[in-house]
Nanobody
Framework: QVQLVESGGGLVQPGGSLRLSCAAS????????MGWYRQAPGKLREPVAQ???????YYADSVKGRFTISRDNAKNTVYLQMTSLKPDDTAVYYC?????????WGKGTVVTVSS
């Protein structure tokens, strides 16, 4: 069984910063890919950023230069540092991990960017 516990969401003003964390626990040897997705009201869930076990990163065009993903393999934790936040970044952010050909999801954490 795999559990993902997210934290760090909240309300922030435009231009502000937040840091999301997601800790994975359970029965696995190693995690191939860790990442974040988001779903805004009325929209489909979309990928935001991913990082492989080797440190290769992927970012959606909309967040490049503003968000930074990192991971601590010893703690099975992935982080998303978000800066220069915009109202369009408002969404539920979901942690995702992939290993052994399977996907696992967190329950989501809400990020609201508003003045």
């Amino acid at each position: 069984q795999v559990q993902l516990v997210e934290s760090g969401g909240g309300l922030v003003q435009p231009g502000g910063s937040l840091r999301l964390s997601c800790a994975a626990s359970g029965s696995f040897f190693s995690i191939d890919v860790m990442g974040w997705y988001r779903q805004a009201p009325g929209k489909l869930r979309e990928p935001v950023a991913q990082i492989t076990s080797g440190g290769t990163t992927y970012y959606a065009d909309s967040v490049k230069g503003r968000f930074t993903i990192s991971r601590d393999n010893a703690k099975n934790t992935v982080y998303l540092q978000m800066t220069s936040l915009k109202p369009d970044d408002t969404a539920v952010y979901y942690c995702n991990i992939k290993f052994s050909g399977r996907n696992y999801w967190g329950k989501g954490t809400v990020v609201t960017v508003s003045s």
